[in-house]
Structures are given as C-alpha cells and as structure tokens.
C-alpha cells in the first residue's frame, strides 16, 4: 500500500474441521479485518438451520431488550464498568446472560406490570377528579347520572352560541317533558344537566349530537357529592403517586446495581446474533468448514499465527489474488485515529475506488487550513477548539451526546484541527473575536491601517485586493496539487493517455496562472505582446507586491507572446489530442478540464468574500452596539514579532489608544456572527474540496470495507487456549 492508496486487498481461504467453527470465528474476530464473501450464495446452498443454542440467543435477546429499555439503558455508552467474560463457547455466554436474566427480569417485569396498573389508575382517578370538578357547578351526584326505569339522565357541555337551541329543541320533541339546568363557563361553553323520559333517550341523543353537546365521562361506581367525589380522587391520587415514585427508585436501584452487567450480557447477545448471521456465508461439508474473505494483503502475516492460536493444527490458511479483484474487491483505507473525522467526511462524498488515492491524509491538513483563512480570528477559533477538546474528552470518557450533536462529538479531532488554523489565520490577519484593535497582523502586508506618505496613519486600501490574491493563489496551488495527484495515479496505473493528459494539463494550467500573475490579470492582450520579458510566479511570496516585475518574481528572457504559446497553447493542442482519443468521455473530460482550470480558480475567491463579510458583520456591532467595557491589553512582543502594540488605530472616537476589546460588540458578534460564519465557512471549505479538488483527481465509487469484528464497550475478553490435533478434510 502507498502513502495514499487505498490497501490491496487479497482473497484468504480457511478450511478446517467443524468442531472448531466457533474457534475460526473468534479468531477471524480477533484479527479484525476480514471481511466474508458469501460464499454459499455463489454456490447455490442451502442456508443451515439453526440449533437450539442459537434459537434461544435470539428469543432471550428479545427479553433482555425489555429489560434494557425498562431500566433506560443506553447501550451505546459506556458505564464506567467492563465485565471481564469467557465467551469461548457458546454455552458459556448464554451462562452469563441467564443469570442476569434469573437474578433480576422477574422483579423488572412486576415492576412494570406495577407501574402500569398504578398509572392507568392514576390516569382513571384523575379523570373522576375532572368530571367532578365539572359537576361541582351543577351540584350534581354522579351516581343518578345515566337510565333509569322511568327516565334518562346525561351531563356535559354544549357550546355557549346553542344553549338557546338546545332548550327549544327538548321543548318540541319531549312537548316539555324535560328538565334542563344549565351553567355558563369561562371556556366560551355551557355546562348542562338534561333529564328526560326514557322512552325520549334516542330522539335527545339524536338532538344532543346535533348540536356537539360534549358529555362528561361519568366514572362508574362513584357516589356522593362532587366534593366526596374529588377529595377521594385526591386522596388515591397522592397514594398512586406515592406508590408510583417507590416503585420507580426501586427501578433505579436495580440499574445502578445490575445495570452494567445488563448491557454487558446483552453486548455479549448481540456479538452471539452477528456470528450467527455470518454462518450463512460458511460452506460446510461433512467434517469441515469453508471460509473466504478479502483482507489487506499488508495484513496476510498476521491471520494464520491468530487462527492457529485458538484452532491448532486442524487448518488450513491459504491466500489468492483473483483476477475479478479489481471489481468486486472492497475499498479498505487506513489512516491514524486522528484523522478520522477527516476521513469520514472524504467517505461522505464517495467511498475511494481502488484506482484512486485516499486524499485523507492531504485533506487533514488542507480542510483546516483553508477553513482558517474563511473563518481567520483568534478568538473564536480557540472557542472552536475548546468544542472540540470538550467532544474528544467526552469520546474518552464514552459520553454520548445524542444525535444532533453526536456530529459534533465524533468530529472531535476535525474541530480542534479547525480551530487551531483559524487562531492561526487570525494571527495573520489580526482579528480577534470580530475586533481588529488587539493585535496586529504578524504578516504587515494585511496590516490594517497604513502610513500614506506624509506621516498619517490611514485605512489600508489595498487589503481586500491582497486578500484576494491570497484567495486566489491559494486555490491555484490547491488545484495543482489535485493535478499533481492525478498525474501520479495515472502514472501508478499506467493509462498513458490520461497520464499524458495531466501532464499537459498541469503544464497549461500554471502557464495560465504565471501569466496572471506573472505577466497582467487586467489585460489578456499583455500575454501576448511580442516584446519585452516575462516573470516566474512564486506562489504566496509575492502578495503585497504586485504583479509582472514586481520585484519578487524572477525574469525570464521570453516574450509574453512566446511564453503563451509554449506554456498556454501548446499544452492545449496536446491535451485536445490525447483527449480526442478517448472518444466522447475524453471530448467530455477536455471540455471539463478548459472550463474548470478558470471557474474552479476563480471559485476559490470565496475565501476572500467569506472572510470579508465577517470582518464587516463583525464590525457592524462594534460600530452600532455601545461597547460599555473596552477591555485593556498589555503590549506583547514574542520573539521580535510585535503581536499587541502599545497605540491602536480605531474608527471608533470614544475608544482609547491601547489596544483594547469592545467587550459587548464581542459578547454578540460571537454569538451570531460566529456561529453563522462558522457554519458559512465550513460548507464553503467542503465545496471547495469536493467540487474544484476532488474534479481533478478523485472518482470514489468504491465499496466500503467491512470486517467481520466484535465492537465491545461494555465486556473484555478472557482469552482461552484451546488444545487440537485434528485433521483437515
């Protein structure tokens, strides 16, 4: 595996007799990177049925799901605790879980069960409480609520604009045979007790739903006052409540006892459910059994002395590397830890083909880099970093903080990347927390105010037109090094067409930058002016000074004219030739190529317009929020570099000479301004790699690897030797 590619991946065959299954599997879980092919399904086999150990995994798995979710327990997050198991054999695990399973599920579940019946009975005392306290304005028993062998009575609500209805109504269908008490609410209705004859009861109801008469829920049972009625309700209210609250502290109890060794039996569970799944990828036959997998090649010294350890002489390990490879084989990169947000957000694009680079390790630094340019200040880069330090300590200590900011907790290590390029690049620009009046820019070309000549400090006109270079010339040197990339990995692969291509390309594409920067960016018609000389590009060294000869950039003894036909055209003519050989995809491809090699530079603008627009929103609260506070900073000088200087310039009348930071302006620029920007500067980063970098060199289109391995947060291993001396068949 190079520096960037992504592993070679080899196919290992492991034969070896039946008896040791579960040994080869743990093994091949111990190893860590061995993804199963499925091989059954190629030969058209029938699936194994499960034995009787593995059924009951899954059925006691259902059951200790219950409980998990019974004692809110979290899975995903570590307790604290690590329960040290022997998972050797299946049997042993299912040990381990029945005596989580017998010592506590019995108590859980009449717990809910008590739990359940306690808050239905509170949910109903409640409702009587509700309905009495309705009826307490009627002054009516529940109890002679309802039918009779003479009459039927009903109490509800009926809304305030139909009381009149309702009394005619009952008038005309009952010829007045009706009582009707009727109450106005606050809540725009009217409560009301009707009694009629019971042979009336259809034709009222009739008339009662007609006219949205709400009826009250009269509970069954209940005697006596509407007072009596809710008092009791009351009284079992606070009893349930009281019995709801013991049986919930006995619930905690449990937890803060049991409750590591819970997760622990149901991680063991889930770990026992996957090798189960995974049998239906193993071939077996009468003594043996048959395994194929892709693993790195880099790792093939390793899989054979693991297996070995657990199986003994009863296998046989061999290695192939098939010619499908190149179409079927997974994608598997490896980069250190720290860059693993890095390379999760190159995987959200596409996962790496095998003929591509892995720009991970290149895109660790360039993101934050880039990044630290748009969002440029000190001060709200070390609250970036701050983030990111607090999400890398809550990965250490297994916090889990949900799944919004769960992005943020996983990408501890790209935030504390990020805001150490931006503290950097608000160093170089002198910003901190949106404030340009505590320290000076280390890199003078962006200082911000100027002398003009006749000893008067003035604004420093020419920053913005510097900042745009910078932009500019920053994305030229990123564009080239996804060329460079490009050139070698059509090198490595030996497509001499595109290998061809990406040489002229390259070449074209810093002719066009020299000649921008080397020779005039205001007049195209200066590339070819016949006479004169034409000045070398150096990348970022000559901002500040200009164009052409600018006494930074070397001179060459070439004419602009000649410079652009070697340097513009004639790679050009090469490219358009290579390309045209490739049919229409290379017609495509140099189409792509002309067009992006000046909207792709020209994209990278936005790290000027992004870091401007938070310099003016910044200093939109400085200028229209009163400070109140200028915080004073004392000069600082570090290594000869000047960081705070004694007097500052300031547009501001009321503020004072010393550096110093309008503390209010700060306080909600950050707030807003820094959590927008943030935001703003980030997505415009990714776009930049993903749209004008990745064009030049990265194709994804891989399939991701996926080894075969026991992810464990709640249990560690005891590992055991195991004796053989079986033959393979």
Request: with cysteine.
């Amino acid at each position: 595996m190079g520096l960037m590619s992504p592993e070679k991946m080899i196919v290992a065959k492991i034969v070896s007799h039946r008896d040791f299954e579960r040994q080869v599997l743990l093994g091949i879980e111990q190893f860590g990177a061995f993804e199963f092919m499925d091989v059954r399904r190629q030969a058209g086999l029938i699936e194994v049925k499960r034995n009787r150990d593995e059924e009951t995994v899954f059925s006691v798995l259902d059951r200790l799901e219950k409980i998990v979710l019974s004692l809110d327990l979290n899975p995903t997050r570590s307790t604290g605790h690590v329960l040290e198991i022997d998972d050797s054999t299946l049997q042993k695990s299912l040990e381990l879980v029945s005596e989580v399973i017998t010592s506590i599920e019995t108590e859980v579940l009449e717990i809910d069960t008590e739990l359940m019946i306690a808050k239905t009975e509170l949910d109903r005392q409640r409702g009587i409480r509700d309905v009495a306290n309705s009826l307490k304005p009627l002054g009516v028993d529940p109890s002679l609520i309802g039918t009779t062998d003479y009459t039927f009575t009903t109490a509800g609500l009926v809304p305030s604009g139909r009381s009149g209805e309702l009394k005619w109504s009952l008038q005309e269908v009952t010829e007045g045979a009706f009582t009707l008490n009727l109450l106005p609410l606050k809540g725009g209705a009217h409560a009301c007790v009707i009694t009629v004859p019971i042979e009336m009861m259809d034709a009222v109801e009739r008339i009662l739903s007609a006219l949205e008469f709400e009826v009250f829920p009269i509970p069954e049972g209940e005697s006596g006052t509407p007072e009596e009625i809710v008092e009791k309700a009351q009284t079992k209210m606070e009893s349930l409540g009281e019995e709801i609250v013991r049986l919930q502290q006995r619930k905690i109890t449990i937890k803060k006892e049991w409750g590591f060794r819970v997760l622990a039996a149901w991680e063991t569970l889930q770990i026992e459910k996957q090798r189960i799944e995974i049998k239906s990828q193993i071939v077996y036959t009468d003594q043996s059994i048959k395994i194929w997998g892709w693993i790195p090649e880099s790792r093939e010294a390793e899989l054979e002395p693991i297996l070995r350890e657990r199986v003994g002489s009863a296998l046989e390990v061999t290695f192939d590397k098939p010619d499908f490879a190149d179409h079927e084989a997974p994608t598997c990169i490896s980069n250190p830890a720290v860059m693993k947000p890095t390379e999760d957000v190159v995987k959200a694009f596409g996962i790496p083909s095998r003929h591509d680079l892995d720009p991970t390790k290149i895109m660790f630094i360039s993101f934050p880099l880039i990044f630290g340019l748009v969002f440029a200040d000190i001060g709200q880069g070390i609250l970036i970093f701050i983030i990111g330090l607090a999400a890398w300590r809550a990965n250490k200590k297994g916090d889990d903080w949900g799944a919004i900011m769960g992005y943020v907790q996983n990408g501890a290590y790209g935030l504390m990347m990020m805001g150490i390029f931006a503290v950097f690049g608000g160093f170089l620009f002198g910003s901190f927390f949106g404030a340009e009046t505590v320290f000076e820019p280390i890199w003078p070309t962006f200082a911000h105010f100027i002398d003009d000549g006749h000893g008067h400090m003035i604004i420093n006109p020419y920053r913005a037109t510097h900042m745009l270079k910078l932009s500019i010339e920053v994305g030229a040197i990123h564009i080239m090094l996804g060329i460079i990339l490009n050139i070698y990995n059509q090198f490595k692969h030996k497509q001499k067409s595109a290998f061809i291509v990406g040489i002229a390309y390259l070449w074209l594409y810093y002719g066009f930058i020299n000649l921008l920067f080397g020779v005039s960016y205001s007049s195209v018609s200066d590339w070819f002016n016949p006479s004169g000389q034409v000045n070398l590009w150096v990348p970022i060294a000559g901002i500040g000074y200009g164009t052409g000869s600018n006494g930074i950039y070397p001179a060459i003894p070439v004419a602009p004219l000649t410079f652009s036909l070697l340097a513009f055209i004639v790679p050009m003519v090469i490219m358009a030739l290579a390309s045209f050989k490739g049919g229409m995809d290379g017609i495509v491809l140099f189409l792509e190529y002309a067009i992006g090699m000046i909207s792709h530079t020209v994209s990278y603008a936005r790290i000027f317009a992004l870091n401007t627009v938070h310099i003016i929103l910044s200093g939109v609260f400085f200028t229209l929020i009163p400070a109140i506070i200028y915080i004073p900073f004392p000069e600082l000088t570090l290594f000869g570099v000047e960081l705070i200087p004694a007097t500052v310039h300031s547009t501001d009348a009321l503020a004072p000479h010393y550096a110093h930071l309008p503390l209010l302006g700060a306080i909600i620029g950050t707030f807003i301004v820094g959590i927008l920007e943030g935001l703003l500067g980030f997505m415009h980063t990714l776009r930049l790699h993903f749209v004008e970098w990745f064009s030049k060199f990265y194709h994804a289109g891989g399939v991701d690897f996926k080894p075969f391995y026991a992810k464990r947060i709640h249990t560690r291993l005891i590992i055991t030797e195991v004796q053989a001396s079986y033959a393979v068949q």
